[in-house]
């Protein structure tokens, strides 16, 4: 096996794993209870911090891991992820019997989008993908110069236009 499929599949196993851990510890009530100790005031917000920490994580992962094998997400995608992955969380939460309205569940959406923008920005994240360079005009090559002040530019060639 190559060195380089062999850093692929360590990437996707990693990220399969830590993703999969992450969504059954959501689901998990003693996690759930350990990272909201009533005793400590703002523990909403202990556990929303701690959200978009996991989301920027997973989806980091998850971009890494399919750039590893030539896909290279957008940026847009990359935050999607967190948000799909969030939805996917608060979907099994409902199913095991959370309580928490809509607007929280839109809120935690709202934080894995967050995790994803977070994750994109990261070096290596997709913000980071050279893009393809746009076309230059041949007017503004003309004007723009690639040579030292002493060198003399090298001549355009014109279009003949076509007489009939």
Known sequence: MNRHRGRSIVW???????SWGLFIAALSNDFY?????????????????????????????????????GIVLP?????????????AIEVGQFNTGSMEGPWWNLFDVACGAAGGFIAARLPGGSA????????????DRRRT???RSDEAPAKVPRKRSRQT
């Open 145 to 147: 110069s690639q040579f």
């Open 33 to 69: 209870n350990a990272t909201s100790p009533w005793e400590f005031g703002p523990h909403v917000v202990m556990r929303k911090v701690f959200s978009v920490g996991a989301f920027a994580l997973v989806s980091y992962l998850i971009a890494r891991a399919l750039a590893q094998v």
């Open 12 to 18: 996707i196993i990693v990220a399969i794993a830590v």
């Open 128 to 139: 980071n993908v050279p893009k393809k360079p746009s076309r230059v005009r041949r007017t």
């Open 75 to 87: 940026m847009q995608v990359v935050i999607a992820t967190g948000a799909v992955y969030s939805g």
